[in-house]
T-cell receptor, first 115, second 110 residues
Framework: NAGVMQNPRHLVRRRGQEARLRCSPM?????VYWYRQLPEEGLKFMVY????????ESGMPKERFSAEFPKEGPSILRIQQVVRGDSAAYFC?????????????FGDGTRLSIL | QKEVEQNSGPLSVPEGAIASLNCTYS??????FFWYRQYSGKSPELIMS????GDKEDGRFTAQLNKASQYVSLLIRDSQPSDSATYLC??????????FGAGTRLTVKP
């Protein structure tokens, strides 16, 4: 499967625990984006990363949330000390390196549920 | 002002009709525009991209772009019940950075 791979598909955590969401971009893509989507709402941009660099994190909450895209391995979105309001679908997308006309391709998402 | 705005709907059209979805954006420097379709509980999938003023047709879909008016639209001809979904407008705001509208929910009634 050459598409964007996200895991896990579903993640259940209790309040106060940590959640780690993983995203492997499409082959050849070096740009990764994370979005959050609440039920019946649109996609909210969180963060844009390239390998080893955060390019734009203007959509990330200031506390508890962090993201990385290491030289080797998948991109990780980390949520510390989760609260009920963190329950949402988290989508990862990737795009090619070159040019500004590249569309983003989405993974199937991780559905995070906080008990 | 939101970067990308869409009517949330719901928009309901009868089967066989033309569905018209609209989107406006705030950044005059935007050069790339995309329409995504998202079925309930699924991830967004790219259905159209447009970069130049005018119309771009792909099967039953036509994207229209007017940069002077900062307006982009999607027409779906001969709408089918399987077209029922949320349609997301997306705009590049900087090189390789993109923002999405809240989406318009379309229902095509048999």
């Amino acid at each position: 499967n050459a598409g964007v791979m996200q895991n896990p598909r579903h993640l259940v955590r209790r309040r106060g625990q940590e959640a780690r969401l993983r995203c492997s971009p499409m082959k050849g893509h070096s740009h990764v984006y994370w979005y959050r989507q609440l039920p019946e709402e649109g996609l909210k941009f969180m963060v844009y990363l390239q390998k080893e660099n955060i390019i734009d994190e203007s959509g990330m909450p200031k506390e508890r949330f962090s993201a990385e895209f290491p030289k080797e391995g998948p991109s990780i979105l980390r949520i510390q000390q989760v609260v009920r309001g963190d329950s949402a679908a988290y989508f990862c997308a990737s795009s090619l390196q070159t040019g500004g006309n590249q569309p983003q391709h989405f993974g199937d998402g991780t559905r995070l549920s906080i008990l | 002002q939101k970067e990308v705005e869409q009517n949330s709907g719901p928009l309901s059209v009868p089967e066989g009709a033309i569905a018209s979805l609209n989107c406006t954006y705030s950044d005059r420097g935007s050069q790339s525009f995309f329409w995504y379709r998202q079925y309930s509980g699924k991830s967004p999938e790219l259905i159209m991209s447009i970069y130049s003023n005018g119309d771009k047709e792909d099967g039953r879909f036509t994207a229209q772009l007017n940069k002077a008016s900062q307006y982009v639209s999607l027409l779906i001809r001969d709408s089918q019940p399987s077209d029922s979904a949320t349609y997301l407008c997306a705009v590049n705001v900087r090189n390789n950075d993109m923002r999405f509208g809240a989406g318009t929910r379309l229902t095509v009634k048999p």
